[in-house]
């Protein structure tokens, strides 16, 4: 009998380990870098070397040639190269003056040159733009998605509870607009930089122009099927839709706001510490992103200062990340905060919030755009 009771406990604890071993998954960095969570300190370093390189040759080239394009580095094979491609100017008329539907545009310095992303179900609609931008021998490319995020449609996510009581807001959590039913990612905590009003800073297209007036938003945690917290309103305000970011007025609340943002499905890093913030200038480099429906995603930095048309309008000085056909941010993700890991893997900088998703594009609102528009700093406990 006693043989029997242990030869149970020993089947029970096999299943557990099985068990964790299917649903371990690795850092979004590693599986970005595809390497082990162990290599990961190594290979930071390693960027943060290009990276200071890239800065230097980038200075050097700019007064050597008019025409520089820019500088990639490759982090596998440590690596930084340089391009003298830049016609994004001329296309950036060309969309002013014809104004095509879901175009983007920037420059890859892989291909050394500047690329265009179009959906061919819209290229009937924009022939006219096509035609002419195909003057300049711009690499036409129709992005697709064969690997997409394993938590769209659900088909991953640990079943959902009720509600999930939580004592703190993390950049990322979601949020869902109790006036339109729209549901978008926190981006960040700010400050303006004259008075006492606080905001959680969020995407604009949250807010519903058509409905117009003070809409109202409440917390929706990671998992859970229903609203929490009622966290404040948000105005509509002309930067709305020139830069497509939104503030939720938290004036004179706490509502648990921190500078942390949700990676609660790490195994050892579940809170990212906001250290610093700045912007980004390196393509090649790494460039994270945490949303409510496909959680912390990382990619390359494809494109600088890039432009977007979408829903009317034409958005500019985007940061363009992605990985070849792998979906790295879905609807709902929208707002989240886009960063970069610092020297260890539970501190990051702040980079901009996401804005768009176009295939295995993600696309993101510069921090920088952001703060000086609307007279912001970010708050950060640490600083």
């Not at 149970?8 to 964790?20: A, H, M, P, Q, R």
């Not at 959906?119 to 711009?138: C, G, Q, S, T, V």
């Not at 702040?350 to 594009?361: C, K």
């Amino acid at each position: 009998m006693k043989n029997i009771y242990i030869l149970l406990k020993l089947l029970t604890l096999i299943f557990i380990i099985n068990k964790i071993s299917l649903v371990y998954t690795k850092e979004a960095l590693a599986e970005l870098w595809d390497v082990e969570d162990s290599d990961l300190l190594h290979y930071l370093g390693i960027e943060n070397n290009l990276v200071a390189v890239d800065t230097a040759l980038r200075e050097v080239l700019r007064g050597f040639s008019s025409s520089f394009g820019g500088t990639y580095l490759d982090v596998r094979n440590n690596t930084v190269y340089c391009n003298i491609v830049d016609e994004t100017k001329r296309l950036s008329q060309l969309i002013r003056l014809y104004e095509p539907l879901d175009i983007h545009i920037y420059i890859d310095h892989k291909l050394n040159n500047v690329v265009l992303l179009h959906d061919p179900e819209d290229d009937k609609e924009n022939k006219d733009f096509l035609e002419r931008a195909n003057k300049f021998n711009p690499s036409l490319i129709a992005p697709n998605v064969t690997h997409p995020n394993p938590r769209y449609n659900n088909s991953s996510q640990a079943p959902t509870s009720k509600r999930v009581i939580v004592d703190r807001i993390f950049g990322g959590d979601g949020a869902i607009n109790y006036d339109t039913g729209s549901i978008c990612s926190l981006g960040f905590w700010a400050k303006h930089v004259e008075d006492e009003e606080n905001y959680l800073v969020t995407a604009g297209h949250c807010y519903n122009s058509s409905v117009g007036g003070s809409q109202e938003f409440f917390h929706l945690p990671w998992d859970s099927e229903d609203p929490g917290l009622y966290l404040g309103s948000m105005e509509s305000f002309e930067v709305i839709k020139e830069y497509d970011f939104g503030l939720i007025d938290i004036t004179g609340k706490n509502i648990g706001q921190s500078a942390i943002i949700n990676n609660i499905d790490s195994e050892s890093f579940r809170e990212l510490h906001i250290l610093e913030y700045g912007t980004i200038f390196t393509h090649g480099a790494h460039l994270c992103k945490s949303g409510l429906t496909t959680h912390v995603t990382c990619g390359f930095v494809r494109g600088l200062k890039s432009i977007a048309t979408s829903t009317g309008e034409i958005l500019e000085d985007l940061i363009y990340y992605g990985k070849d056909t792998f979906q790295t941010s879905c609807g709902g993700d929208s707002g989240g905060p886009v960063f970069s890991y610092l020297n260890n893997l539970s501190t990051v900088s702040l980079h901009g919030i996401s804005i768009l998703t176009f295939f295995d594009f993600s696309e993101s609102m510069p921090l920088y755009k952001i703060l000086g528009a609307a007279e912001l700093n970010p708050v950060i406990p640490h600083q």
